[in-house]
């Protein structure tokens, strides 16, 4: 397996992960657990959707809630492109890819491009959304674990190195991987446009599933004071793993479900990768899996994902076995 | 079952918890974990043992560790008294009592009493030590977690209404204590005598034995940074439990095993409860093995504890069967 | 000059400082300092009063706000004694020494003693408060600074020495204290009952004089955060000084003015002090007055303090000329 | 005065600010500064010169302090473009502008690029420099303030309006300025290039000059244990303004001197500004002026700066008259 090459002039320009759309039961849980326990800030809201975004952001919105009667799925993964000719390169760029695209029109975003990645993943871009003032010093708004941003997505998708071909195709850089020990086969990366490790991640999986959109917040502090007030507010169950600290990605980590399901990684702040001489960093499978400090997640963390809205997800050609805290004990016993 | 009526004028003052003395395979071993990882401050040392303090004691040691080339025990629990003349009271009281206590040398310590309390554990008194620098703001030799200094001792006792009964004739004040539901059994029960909520906490179990020491830590970072210190210094599978939430007691706290696999808990502050009208707190055990937002510990957690050297532990009537992680997982599946 | 010797048998047992209440002409403006800002707890209020307490206090009171129309003095310094036999011990002892001690009746106290103590300064002891529930882990209602209880009070005395002689005959220990280089003179003296370095603090100047009442808050994100709050919620010109380190006493701390001009101290926690071999510790002014590493405080913070209610202040047979923040620039310019 | 258009297709693409070279008396005291208190890793040094990186770079260095017997300048704001073929646009984009750029040779870095801007500033363009071991979770080399990174250079220059224009024609974009009230003028401009407020910052002012330089660190914690730890290592006067709120630029700072005199700016992490539709965020000058928490800078921190060796400062047309701490205490006496 080659690491395919970076493409330094993009067909488009694709900024940054930019926004997360859930398909949700109850409007109401799912205010509860975003807006009172994490302290996401809702730009506006209906009977039909909230919209919300960190403290830090003046864009309307990182996270879209729309009310659905049918199952808990996830809708479409929200990038962000430079400027309006993007759109249109975009476009142009995907339909040659024989991925039909098409403008539609999306509240609060300017003109939004929906096409689907070459396995199935539905996604969105758009150049401007609705600005709305930024947070970060109206401290008297700041609740719950004070969300920075939305940062990236981690998808579950059945062949790993295709779709980082794809990205990387796209002008994606791959910034970390893990390989299987002793081979350089693209088993888990790490994908990102902004300068930071990650915009886009995927692993392998019955797929495409979308595994979590991770939201920054600010320091040791708020990863304890968003569990313990989860414990207050009845979301104690909610918390499927951590704190604890990444081998791969470095930041400290909490991941929790929300009412539908729907995960969510809170984590802290991380470093550049804009320099061209950072050539990827590849981890050792064995490396990855290996505890740093807490004990492995659940076996449930490697399997639930959440379904995109009318994709049928597909087997990997070769499922994984990963270190699951079900694992761990029984070798421990 | 009643509970023992609080002592306002106890026979002699003891007034904290104060050292913990722990027999132990490999010096340069152990001095890697309480020193380079936790960060405790070297006080003394020689070829049989090392004398350690945390940063805000002027006392010289709250932490002796001793070369033996046996079994890892523990050797005892050592409390002050406030004066010379509360050692000679004590003496008198426990001679009478039936317990036989004797003064001894120890070396940095003043007159100490050793005896042992009515379950066996073996005791030691003493009313001063050597004085040494408080470091709490010489902030260049702030290490690992940063240890403030020793709060408490966590027992696993056979009996815990008796050994309730006979601390707090001494003068110990129950601050909260678990019963079975619906009921005011004293299963477990933490007592204290420096207007904090524990100096000696007993839990039911095969014992005498030792549970933990516990120290206090200053902030959420330090919980963090001893986590990831701890990995990168090959202690990780030292780390037993946490860092999470107590329920009663209500700190941060996180569990870790020394080479020896001598328990401690590093832990944040606590409330004051000196007022007379503090009663004690009961907590339903139900409540109390509840879940806060961690996992609950693994069932070496409930089950491991340094013995006493020379004393044979014994059962209790009834053994317990608190909510491990192994079978929270075996439920939950 | 000798310093006193410390009585270990008291003629009553004073246990910590307890409860400030302050006369304020606008109860509105300071609840919202108080509550809003800071983030105490509101135990009762009504027209004429608002009771607060700390999120790890058990006892109904830390702070008494009384609307006055008056100037907005301060009225007494509480204290708490351990048990009902100690309230009467007290009497009887302020009265043989010729202060006319009497018993009054206090809204959700028990017996309560009243009392000025040899310079004037009037104080107000009491065995037992209502009980409210603790709210340490009730992060739901964890506001501003998250105060956790009242720690001391400082005072401006015209008479330091007779000062610490009268309280350490009333069993106060001196932890620190601050003498003019080369001397033993007690300048400035730090007083504990609790254990902890201080529960009252006598620096020479006008008085009887409240310099401030200080609070224990968890953590360094809360200096910060309570900072900005201020900003936002229009307190900005409300902190005073800080947030700095102490060099006596070795805590952070940030001094803020309340809406009536009385100040208050938001600092972290202290080390233990009960040991009978810890000798007062001794500071040379020089090293005292020594920049830790923030500037100097204004001339306001070393001059300014509440008036007691009726109490007349005296000058000090000297006065006093620390480095304050006019003469630092002064003198480096 | 009209804010420039921003350039969406710059004429060569520089991606952050990458690198400061300072000039110093005495390499030891400078490594004492930097290394022991701040906590800077060394990546390369000998008699000549030290090589500087924070935890989270990969990159060769950050900082080079070299040693100079002269009087302690600063030699040049080191930019990264994002290939070589970026710097040889560059370099034809310098000479057509009249501004002569050269390549040269500098240690670990690639083919650098030497250049003045249009009010002499001495530039340095490399797209790629040695890469080291990133240390962010190295956390047994964490040391001091736990340095992240360089973040951005401040600089004072006479006329701030031409020298935006001139950055902004190179495809920096404009994320802040402070403009004198009523008015529209570029009082003082932030410009990025890396999707954060700012990589480079011009204050009007005697210049050019260089006013800081800004490292990132981590948590409310690392501030105050680095002005501690400032106390403890005798650095404790080289601590200038601070710690504080930003208003504009929102981030926790402390500015400290270095022993050269060289002025660094610690702070805590920023926004994301790259999407399209954040128009600059315009500041009164009298709001940015205005307290936000902590008192104002004493003169000093307005008017020192470090000189650029062999470039003659020159005054600006109209000298400001900025609020600082000694007109501040003025005014309230």
Redesign the interface.
């Known amino acids: 397996m080659t690491i395919p090459k970076p493409v330094?002039n993009p067909p488009f320009n694709v900024?940054?992960a930019s926004h997360a759309v859930f398909n949700v039961k109850d409007l109401a849980a799912s205010r509860a657990f975003y807006v009172d326990l994490i302290g996401f800030v809702v730009s506006d809201e209906d009977n039909d959707a909230i919209y919300l975004r960190g403290v830090?952001?003046?864009?309307h919105h990182s996270i879209v809630l729309k009310h659905a009667t049918g199952p808990s799925t996830y809708e479409r993964v929200g990038m962000?492109v430079?400027?309006e000719e993007d759109l249109d390169k975009a476009k142009a760029w995907f339909d040659k890819a024989g991925l039909a695209a098409g403008f539609v029109e999306r509240p609060y975003q300017?003109r939004t491009l929906h096409v689907s990645d070459a396995q199935g993943t539905p996604l969105e871009f758009c150049?401007?959304?609705d600005?709305e003032p930024?947070l970060?010093?109206?401290?008297?708004h700041h609740r719950g674990a004070v969300p920075?941003?939305l940062d990236h997505f981690q998808l579950l998708v059945p062949d790993v190195p295709r779709q980082c071909e794809f990205y990387m195709t796209m002008g994606f850089r791959l910034s970390e991987y893990i390989s299987p020990d002793g081979t350089d086969d693209l088993m888990f990366v790490f994908l990102q446009r902004?300068?930071n490790p990650h915009d886009i991640v995927f692993a392998p999986g019955i797929g495409p599933r979308l595994h979590h959109v991770a939201f920054s917040i600010?320091?040791?502090?708020h990863?304890?004071?968003v569990?313990?007030?989860?414990?207050?507010?009845g979301f104690?169950?909610n918390?499927e793993y951590g704190?604890g600290?990444h081998g791969p990605g470095?930041a400290?980590f909490v991941y929790l479900r929300d009412p539908d399901g729907h995960r969510i990684e809170l984590f802290n702040?991380?470093?550049?990768v804009?320099?061209?001489?950072?050539?990827p960093v590849r981890w050792d499978a064995s490396y990855a899996a290996k505890?740093?400090?807490?004990?492995p997640p659940?076996r449930q963390w490697y399997t639930e994902a959440s379904l995109f809205a009318g994709v049928e997800p597909r087997e990997p050609a070769r499922r994984g076995d990963p270190l699951s805290?079900?694992k761990f004990?029984a070798v421990?016993?």
């Open positions: 330094y900024t940054r830090t952001e003046a864009c962000r430079f400027t300017g150049a401007t959304m600005v930024r970060v010093v109206a401290f008297e920075q941003r902004k300068g600010p320091e040791s502090y990863f304890f004071y569990c313990d007030l989860a414990a207050d507010l104690a169950d918390i704190p600290r470095h400290l702040t991380h470093y550049q804009m320099d061209i001489e950072n050539e505890r740093r400090w807490q004990l659940r805290l079900e004990l421990e016993k």
